[in-house]
């Protein structure tokens, strides 16, 4: 069965701090996909990132950028300078093939709250 | 134009009702999802249908049945509710190419309170 792992339940920074979300999954699938979703308080669902097992290059999108490492099966996630507007709920998320469709299996969360 | 929009927002209703969730998606996706965040936001999959047909379905009491009219729309009927169900349902929807590669798009959420 496939897990995913968020050890970190909440976080608190000062803003302009950096963060770093941990994730770390479990799978036998050789092919998986991984993201992270975004849940600010207003409560809507966000995508972040998608990455493929095949793929280990990090990614940078302004101030977001994310670390994939197989060896370790884990998926961080750093937001660089944070600001208030990224206090929410930061999901990590890991795509299961059953058959032709698939599910995502959805670590707890992690509670960021960035203070000014 | 809201991509995948469900109605209602909030849901307040007595223990030992039936009530339904809307999903309509404008997408044109293939795949739609119900999925259940807890109190302890903990996201989970109920459902999952692909073209009008039942391709998931997680351990979910038969309580519970989704209902997809056409490849737009993914309702969740609801019967005999009870304390537990309280919670905030989402509905999803998957497409463009292989779903397991695909992002979710989410609705907003139906926030259910059953009292």
């Known amino acids: 069965a496939q897990k995913v792992t968020q050890a970190q339940t909440e976080i608190s920074v000062v803003e302009k701090e950096d963060v770093t979300l941990d994730c770390v999954y479990e799978t036998r699938d050789t092919t998986y996909y991984l993201f992270w979703y975004k849940q600010p308080p207003s409560g809507e669902l966000v995508f972040l990132i998608r990455r493929n097992s095949f793929d280990e290059q990090n990614e940078i999108s302004g101030r977001y950028s994310w670390n994939f490492q197989k060896s370790t099966s884990s998926f961080n996630f750093t937001i660089t300078a944070s600001q208030v507007v990224d206090s929410a709920v930061y999901f990590c998320a890991l795509s299961e093939v059953t058959g032709a469709n698939s599910k995502l299996t959805f670590g707890k969360g992690i509670t960021l709250s960035v203070r000014p | 134009d809201t991509a995948v929009s469900q109605t209602p927002k909030y849901l307040v209703t007595q223990m030992g009702n039936d009530k339904s969730i809307k999903c309509e998606q404008n997408?044109?996706?293939?795949?739609m999802y119900w999925y259940k965040q807890d109190s302890k936001k903990f996201l989970k999959i109920m459902f999952s249908y692909n073209n009008k047909e039942l391709i998931i379905n997680e351990t979910v009491p038969n309580r519970f049945s989704p209902k997809s009219p056409d490849k737009a729309h993914l309702n969740l009927h609801i019967n005999s509710l009870e304390l537990g169900d309280s919670a905030v349902y989402f509905c999803?929807?998957?497409?463009?190419?292989?779903?397991?590669?695909?992002?979710?798009?989410f609705g907003n959420g139906t926030r259910l309170t059953v009292t």
């Open positions: 997408l044109g996706h293939d795949t």
């Open positions: 999803a929807t998957s497409g463009g190419g292989t779903s397991y590669n695909s992002p979710l798009h």
